[in-house]
């Protein structure tokens, strides 16, 4: 019986070049393939967060309280009378001008508010002269002095510490009918601002056109112009003294030398060359503050 011989078997096929197994298949992957299997949590953090800070609100221009000035336009000049009144009227034939109404931001600089409705609730502006006109630009009214149509020493007002907080100086003179407290341009006389209960209750309103920034952050913005621009516009309009340029330069001359004459000639600038005055002031009680004042 014859065997038969079962030949020896051949090595496997070979697989095609698509099937073939990779003996080592960890160090084919590429960098693409780890990043596409990495969770797509893990790959859209975002980024640290770099916001600013959030901005400090805008200061607070609230009308907490309204007041009223009569001016008034004298043809001559004032004049002091005998009279046991001790706010005589210097001016007898005047000039009705108008009435502003002024609105207080109380909640802004309660001191400063406080200390000027208090000027004029006891009349102590009444009487007193608008001393300064720069045109396009302020009037200034309050100094304090001695003469006819200065305001006299006020008593019983609190000192005024926001006067050297910085936070009463946000509000700038962006517009006509401001109302400011007059530190930089005060021109008081200078033994009553030595005096150790001086309190300082001159004050500037804008007349416009345009914005004053020479003032800001110099000057306590603390109100502005309900009523009356009319009134601020005519006042705006009377003329005033300025010398020509040539004697402009030549006082600029002799303060450089430390003439003291040179001070005395310039406190005459700017002056009105009509006078004109605070006839009334007070306060407007108003029952209903979301309404236009109505006048007393």
């Given at each position: 019986m014859g065997c038969s011989v079962t030949p020896p078997l051949g090595p496997p096929p070979l697989l095609s070049r698509h099937h073939r197994q990779n003996p080592n298949p960890i160090t084919h992957l590429t960098r693409r393939?780890?990043?596409?299997?990495?969770?797509?949590?893990?790959?859209?953090?975002?980024p640290p967060s770099s916001a600013s800070p959030p901005l400090p609100p805008p200061p607070d221009t609230t009308i907490t309280d309204r007041v009223f000035m009569d001016f008034?336009?004298?043809?001559?000049y004032f004049r002091p009378l005998s009279s046991p009144d001790p706010k005589p009227n210097l001016c007898p034939d005047s000039i009705p001008l108008g009435r502003l109404?002024?609105?207080?931001?109380?909640?802004?600089?309660?001191?400063?508010?406080?200390?000027?409705?208090?000027?004029?609730t006891s009349s102590a502006y009444k009487g007193t002269l608008v001393h300064k006109l720069f045109p396009g630009?302020?009037?200034?009214?309050?100094?304090?002095?001695?003469k006819p149509g200065d305001v006299r020493r006020p008593s019983g007002l609190a000192r005024n510490t926001e006067t050297?907080?910085?936070?009463?100086?946000?509000?700038?003179?962006?517009?006509?009918?401001?109302?400011?407290?007059?530190?930089?341009?005060?021109?008081?006389?200078?033994?009553?601002?030595?005096?150790?209960?001086y309190r300082n209750v001159e004050f500037l309103i804008t007349t416009g056109p345009g914005p004053c920034p020479d003032l800001d952050y110099k000057n306590i913005v603390?109100?502005?112009?309900?009523e009356g621009m009319d009134v601020v516009t005519a006042i705006a309009a009377i003329p005033t003294f300025r010398p020509s340029e040539k004697i402009q330069q030549f006082n600029d001359f002799a303060e450089f030398l430390g003439d003291e004459r040179a001070g005395n000639a310039r406190a005459l600038w700017n002056k009105p060359l009509?006078?004109?005055?605070?006839?009334?002031?007070?306060?407007?009680?108003?029952?209903?503050?979301?309404?236009?004042p109505s006048l007393p």
């Open positions: 393939s780890l990043l596409l299997s990495t969770p797509l949590s893990l790959t859209l953090k975002p008034s336009l004298c043809p001559t109404v002024l609105g207080l931001y109380g909640h802004l600089v309660p001191l400063t508010v406080a200390n000027f409705k208090s000027m004029c630009q302020f009037f200034l009214a309050g100094h304090q002095g001695d050297v907080d910085s936070k009463s100086f946000a509000l700038t003179h962006s517009r006509p009918g401001l109302l400011s407290l007059n530190l930089s341009e005060n021109d008081d006389e200078d033994d009553i601002k030595l005096d150790p209960e603390f109100g502005s112009v309900l009509k006078t004109i005055y605070i006839s009334d002031c007070g306060e407007l009680k108003v029952a209903k503050p979301s309404l236009s």
